[in-house]
T-cell receptor
């Protein structure tokens, strides 16, 4: 079956703009988590959604938000972009919150100039 | 939250076993140890997980010490395609409020 897909794969934005990233989980998976990966900070958890509800949130400012739709697809939004937001944004899905196996998408590479 | 420590980097000869250690001395009784790997420019890939017993699958074996304070991921016959960053993580929190904390990982280089 198809894996986790993320769009777009690459994005260039300027400071102050906002951006929306999209994630489609594996069919049948209802939990979607988002991560930010940078060379300096490694892989950091942003938030997790299950059944359209945010179940947990990492230590990121309110500029980072997300939502999940009834078909389990998820979007992540970053407003008022800063240079430090340049990163690889990864989405991961699993059948439900608490499931052991989590499957990652290829990521969206965001560059803020 | 239980944290993990891993060596920054390791080398392994092609065809030999790669043994990647991980310390998780503050792990609590209901936390599982997971291993993922990330090949350059791709998302992390699940490898294996365990609670207290040793585990084996088609990709690797996981050896967890009796006190659960450390574990070792074993790739029995490393190939060049196993060159990646390997993350050892522990699952934190209640079932409904899981989050996964990734450390910097171990960069494994498989050498021909």
């Amino acid at each position: 079956k198809a894996g986790v897909t993320q769009t777009p794969r690459y994005l260039i934005k300027t400071r102050g703009q906002q951006v929306t990233l999209s994630c489609s989980p594996i069919s049948g998976h209802r939990s979607v988590s988002w991560y930010q990966q940078t060379p300096g900070q490694g892989l950091q958890f942003l938030f997790e959604y299950f059944s359209e509800t945010q179940r947990n949130k990492g230590n990121f400012p309110g500029r980072f938000s997300g939502r999940q739709f009834s078909n389990s697809r998820s979007e992540m939004n970053v407003s008022t972009l800063e240079l430090g937001d340049s990163a690889l944004y990864l989405c991961a899905s699993r059948r439900r919150t608490g499931d052991y196996e989590q499957y990652f998408g290829p990521g969206t590479r965001l560059t803020v100039t | 939250d239980a944290k993990t420590t891993q060596p920054t980097s390791m080398d392994c000869a092609e065809g030999r076993a790669a043994n990647l250690p991980c310390n998780h001395s503050t792990i609590s009784g209901n936390e599982y140890v997971y291993w993922y790997r990330q090949i350059h420019s791709q998302g992390p890939q699940y490898i294996i997980h365990g609670l207290k017993n040793n585990e084996t699958n088609e990709m690797a074996s996981l050896i967890i010490t009796e006190d659960r304070k450390s574990s070792t991921l074993i790739l029995p016959h490393a190939t060049l395609r196993d060159t990646a960053v390997y993350y050892c993580i522990v699952r934190v929190g209640e079932t409904s409020y899981d989050k996964v904390i990734f450390g910097p990982g171990t960069s494994l280089s498989v050498i021909p």
